[in-house]
C-alpha cells in the first residue's frame, strides 16, 4: 500500500517517568510492536522524535519537529512533511494494540478524504488515524497560531470518520486505543497482553 506510517515520540513522558515508547508490555518495547505490526501495511516507517540517537537502533526513518514544543500537531506535521506518501497513518508510541487490519481499513477508507479519524462512542481518535500531506498547510497555520489542539484544523479539510460498525470488526475499539501513560495503564496493558495470549493458546 502506497502509505507510511508515522510514529511520533516526542512527549515528555511525565507521568510515566521515562520514555514510554521503549517501556516493555509482553516483552517487547511498545514502539517495536507498533514497527512489526505497520510495516506489512505501508511503504516506510518515520518515527518523530527530538531524540533521535535514542531511535537509531530501530531501523526506521527519523524525523524531529519543525516547529517545537506545539505538542502532538506539531510532530504530525513533521512528519507528514517528511514523508514521501499521499497517506499516513499516524500513531502515538504508547499504543500497544495497534492492529495492521483496523491501520489498512482506515487507509482504505482514505481515496477523496485528507483525514480519516475513528469514532469511538463520543470520542474522536486523532493519534490512530490517517492524515494526507494536503493537511500540512492548514495544520502548519494552526501552529503558528499557537492552536494546538489536533482537531482544529478539521474544519479546513475533508474529514472521514470511521465508526463502530467498522472499528468493531476488527476487534475491541478499547483495546486499540489504549495508551500507556502511567505505571498504572502500563500493569493494566501487561493484563491485556496476557489475557490475550492466554485466549489464543
Keep these: 500500500m502506497d502509505a507510511a506510517a508515522i510514529i511520533l515520540s516526542g512527549g515528555r513522558n511525565s507521568r510515566m517517568g521515562r520514555n514510554k515508547a521503549f517501556v516493555a508490555v509482553n516483552g517487547k518495547a511498545i514502539i517495536a510492536q507498533i514497527i512489526e505490526k505497520l ?7 518515520i518515527v518523530v522524535t527530538n531524540c533521535p540517537d535514542d531511535y ?8 524531529g519537529d519543525i516547529i517545537p514544543d506545539q505538542g502532538p500537531l506539531s510532530g504530525i ?13 499516524v500513531v502515538a508510541c504508547d499504543m500497544p494494540f495497534v ?6 481499513a482506515l487507509l482504505e477508507l482514505a481515496p477523496g478524504y485528507d483525514v480519516v479519524v475513528p469514532q469511538w462512542r463520543d470520542y474522536l481518535q486523532p493519534l490512530f488515524a490517517v492524515y ?3 493537511c500540512i ?7 503558528r497560531g499557537n ?12 474529514v472521514r470518520y470511521a465508526g463502530e460498525a467498522l ?29 490475550r495470549d492466554a485466549g489464543t493458546r
Design 39 to 45: 510495516r506489512p501495511v505501508t511503504a516506510e516507517i
Design 56 to 63: 537509531r537502533h530501530l531501523g526506521v526513518r527519523l524525523t
Design 77 to 89: 506535521h513533521a512528519g507528514l512533511s517528511a514523508s514521501h506518501c499521499r497517506n499516513n497513518i
Design 99 to 104: 492492529e495492521a487490519p483496523l491501520a489498512r
Design 132 to 134: 494526507a500531506k494536503t
Design 137 to 143: 498547510n492548514p495544520i502548519e497555520a494552526c501552529l
Design 147 to 158: 492552536i494546538r489542539k489536533i482537531i482544529s484544523f478539521y474544519p479546513q479539510v475533508r
Design 167 to 195: 472499528l468493531s470488526q476488527w476487534g475491541d475499539p478499547e483495546r486499540f486505543f489504549f495508551n500507556v501513560n502511567t505505571p498504572a495503564d502500563l500493569e493494566a496493558a501487561q493484563g491485556v497482553a496476557e489475557d
